[in-house]
């Protein structure tokens, strides 16, 4: 065999490898992708701000949409207990990303009326909170922070797994 011949082989076998091992690391991407999501949904969880007490959520008829009815008046449609955005810090399960996972607050889908306490979770205001509104412009931005706080341990957990694939892809590849 001539040495071409013989660096051409060498080459298919190389790229092959490659081939292989780029399959391995976009098998395991969703799963080092939720290892990673699920630390930053822990951390953002352990620093979102708690109240003390109970709030609720009111539905009113409008004549428009500009008016509001009289504080106190309207019907009770939700009740958050205090905790329920922290509860609601979640890694989200979307069918359209491959291998990213999206980490926020989990909303209720359908019908969001109730109680929300417990397991039940309506995180509709982590925008209200993180941004603050009109009336309180400042808000308590928490999440934001959080992730510029975890995200050189969330880099290290995911590069960790994925260096444990390509050592494992290795070993069986000698």
Known sequence: MSEVG??????????SRFRRLGKAYA???PRVAGIGGSYLASAA????????KTHRRYSTAKVNKSM?????MGAV???????????SMQVLKLRRTKSAVIVG??????????NYSGMRTDGYYLHMVEGGTRNW?????FFMATWARVRPRV????????????????AENQ
């Open 27 to 29: 098998e395991a991407a």
């Open 45 to 52: 969880e352990a620093a979102a701000p708690k109240g003390r």
């Open 105 to 114: 607050a989990n909303l209720t889908k359908g019908s969001a009326k109730g």
């Open 137 to 141: 412009p400042g808000g308590r931005p």
């Open 68 to 72: 509001r009815a009289p504080k106190g």
């Open 6 to 15: 013989f660096l051409e082989s060498e080459m298919t076998e190389v790229f």
């Open 77 to 87: 449609v939700a009740t958050y207990s205090p905790g329920n955005l922290a509860r």
């Open 155 to 170: 880099e290290k957990i995911m590069i960790d797994q994925f260096t444990l694939i390509a050592q494992r892809f290795n």
